[in-house]
């Protein structure tokens, strides 16, 4: 296979990658200061794209004439309200599960883990109640829906908004756990929760704080890989498993372990696809066999009380 023919997939690969380091971002927050599995993860993804699609297709509980003024605004305002709103509805969400949460702190890791099981459960029920069990495409702007041609090959348009979407928000997560004092909580908190509380920091309300930007950080990904994926009640699965996977590929609590991880497995499925696709899925598996046969703790990870 000539480069020419494998550049589309090493591209479709790195947009994918970053896709997956932004579902991933989320969970890592979650997981690296409160060592807890947040298997609900993928269901809030899930929901950021639900809520979207109902804000981008005119399908809100709202009365009709207004509805009907909604629907008449035009669809690229529609979607930047979705990118921006989305994220916020699901919120109240996140805050409700970190309460449930509060009972497992300091306890075995095990209960976290079944209690954000059960709770992922209820979540996609939920989805399936309000919106039913049918898949739904969301609508995208005419500027970024299509395709164009770049070296006598044609390109996913809204790929590339998608990737710009990921990196932009990567960038800020990163500025705010490098760059800011909450950030530097956070990896305190991470660090040694004790110090933290001794020095007068409120653990609770920065975990609160923390599980509240993983969560919208889980809904705007589902917002953005909603064109792509298409809206379905078990979505969530199909954002869990790779975010899980990245985060023990990169390191527990690493954000560049995250975005590296992101962009790797990325690579391979998008590598893989190009010469077998029916490995290009199992591939990502395979990668993390090798790296944790290699460096059990990941890329950049540290020892985290899940190993205990």
């Known amino acids: 296979m000539s ?12 947009a994918l990658g970053l896709l997956f380091s932004l579902i991933a971002l989320g969970f890592m927050l979650i997981l690296g200061l409160m060592e807890q599995i947040n298997l609900a993860h993928g269901s809030l ?17 709202l009365p009709p ?24 509805l699901v919120a109240p969400f996140g805050l409700a599960l970190e309460r449930l949460m509060r009972r497992t702190y300091g306890r075995d890791p095990l209960y976290g883990l079944l209690l954000t099981f059960g709770v992922a459960m209820v979540l996609e029920e939920l989805i399936r109640v309000v919106w039913g069990t049918r898949d739904y495409m969301m609508p995208v702007p005419r500027d970024m829906a299509g395709g164009f041609i770049m070296l006598d090959l044609i390109w996913s348009t809204y790929r590339f908004w998608a990737a710009g979407m990921a990196i932009v928000a990567m960038g800020a997560v990163w ?21 933290v509380q001794a020095l007068g920091i409120d653990l609770t309300r920065l975990r609160v704080w923390v599980f509240v930007l993983g969560t919208m950080l889980a809904a705007f990904a589902g917002v953005i890989m909603a064109p792509l994926w298409g809206i379905r009640p078990h979505m969530g699965v199909d954002a869990v498993v790779p975010a899980f996977l990245i985060i023990v590929l990169g390191g527990v609590g690493s954000f560049w372990g995250a975005a590296l991880g992101g962009l790797l497995v990325g690579m391979v499925v998008g590598l893989s696809g190009a010469y077998a696709s029916e490995w290009s899925m199992l591939s990502m598996y395979l990668l993390l066999i090798v790296v944790v046969t290699l460096r059990a703790r990941g890329l950049f990870g540290k020892k985290s009380v899940l190993e205990a």
């Open 45 to 61: 993804f899930a929901l950021g794209a639900y809520f979207a699609y109902a804000i981008c297709g005119a399908k809100l509980p």
């Open 3 to 14: 480069l020419l023919n494998l550049l589309p997939h090493l591209l479709n690969g790195i």
């Open 65 to 88: 004439d207004v509805l009907i003024a909604w629907a008449g605004v035009p669809l690229g305002l529609r979607f930047a309200t979705a990118v921006v709103v989305a994220p916020i």
């Open 175 to 195: 500025f705010i756990v490098e760059r800011t004092r909450f950030g530097a909580m956070v990896k305190a908190g991470a660090h040694d929760s004790e110090i």
